[in-house]
């Protein structure tokens, strides 16, 4: 089994093991955070499959990892959701207008420019997006984690803060090292 197999695995798991814990608390924001570490989970198990299965001899990759990505959109969605519940309605749904024009420009822009993913020798799945589709999902990780890392650090103690901080932030970082492509 090769590492990026283990990579995605552990991401998968961890990810769907913590993501139901927090989704299972009576805070919305700290549910919200925990539905978008499900729907992530879930995109990492569609791109799991895709490197286990190396559906690229059949032309199939770019499908695991577009389905992935629709997951992923949905995580986010979510992720903003548990930071926008602390807003004023009027502000809530502006911000909510925002991310899913955002969300409909990512579409536009990733089916203008198709992704080419493909498993390099070593085993290491790689999304290879076009620089716009990049930019965009990159500024979609960002917009929508960043501010669910710090609703969800308020809302918990402080150890538990300092391990929410530090996971999501991983996450972050990871999905900015995978969608870039470095």
């Known amino acids: 089994m090769s590492l990026a197999v283990v990579f995605f ?3 998968t798991v961890s990810t769907l093991l913590v993501g139901f814990s927090f989704a299972r ?3 919305r924001s700290v549910s919200y955070v925990g539905w978008g570490l499900v729907a992530t989970g879930i995109a990492f ?3 799991t499959i895709a490197r286990v299965v190396n559906p690229e001899e059949q032309g199939d990759l770019e499908i695991w990892v577009t389905i992935g990505v629709f997951f992923l959109l949905v995580g986010l969605l979510s992720f903003l959701l548990s930071w926008a519940t602390s807003l004023h309605p009027q502000e809530r749904n502006l911000v909510l207008v925002a991310a ?3 969300a409909v420009v990512l579409i536009a822009v990733r089916s203008i420019y198709p992704s080419e993913p493909f498993i390099d020798e070593d085993g290491v799945l790689f999304f290879n997006p ?3 589709v990049a930019a ?3 500024g ?3 917009g929508a984690v ?11 103690r402080a150890l538990y803060a300092l391990i929410a901080k530090v996971a999501i932030t991983t996450l972050l970082v990871s999905g900015i090292v995978l969608t870039s492509s470095l």
Do not use: D, K, N, S
Not at 146 to 155: H, Q, V
């Open 9 to 11: 695995v552990g991401a």
């Open 25 to 27: 608390t009576r805070q």
């Open 45 to 47: 198990g569609f791109w």
């Open 100 to 102: 899913v024009l955002y």
């Open 130 to 132: 076009h620089g716009a």
């Open 136 to 138: 965009l999902e990159i």
């Open 140 to 142: 979609a990780l960002t």
């Open 146 to 156: 960043l501010p669910a890392i710090f609703e969800i650090a308020r809302r918990l």
